[in-house]
């Protein structure tokens, strides 16, 4: 089984997002017995939280379930997964911290995006609906080109 986390900071708005895009994709392309996902964040403010009720409202926008708890990254994740996804720069620097050192399957999202790859999921938490259905568009193009090279590296 590989295994991806998504990182973002408080764990309720971006990763749980990308997790579920991701699942989604996974689920698609029949693969959900090869690649499984979750998601975290590097601080513990919404640790037994459910996602933020606009990043539910985007994703059943398009017909993608979010089921999630929020959760704090941990020492153990570097070694439990294959990916780790950070949705900006603090966040990769605070998985790299938190670590120990950095995990070698460590990106950050948009490291996969076809739009100004490289850059950062902005945070939607403190704007309007219109972030979030931003933060989606990143997350799912990034998802795709996530998606296929892990299939290409694990030839699944």
């Known amino acids: 089984m590989i295994k991806v986390l998504f990182v973002c900071l408080g764990n309720i708005c971006r990763s749980p997002l990308a997790e579920a895009v991701f699942n989604q994709k996974v689920k698609e392309k ?3 017995n090869e690649i499984s996902s979750d998601s975290a ?3 513990n403010y ?4 459910a996602p933020d009720h606009r990043s539910v409202e ?11 708890e929020g959760r704090q990254y941990q020492l153990q994740d570097a070694s439990e997964f294959d990916y780790i996804l950070a949705m900006d720069d603090q966040n990769f620097r605070d998985i790299i911290h938190i670590s120990g050192d950095k995990p070698e399957g460590l990106f950050k999202m948009r490291d996969f995006d ?4 490289g850059d950062n999921v902005p945070d ?3 704007g309007g609906r219109d972030g979030f259905d931003h933060v989606f568009e990143m997350l799912d193009r990034s998802s795709d080109k996530l998606l296929d090279f892990i299939i290409e590296k694990h030839n699944l």
């Open 30 to 32: 029949g693969l959900k």
């Open 114 to 117: 076809t739009v100004n790859k």
């Open 124 to 126: 939607p938490y403190y």
């Open 46 to 49: 919404h640790v037994g939280h």
């Open 41 to 43: 964040g590097t601080a």
């Open 58 to 68: 985007v994703a059943a926008k398009h017909s993608i379930p979010i089921q999630h």
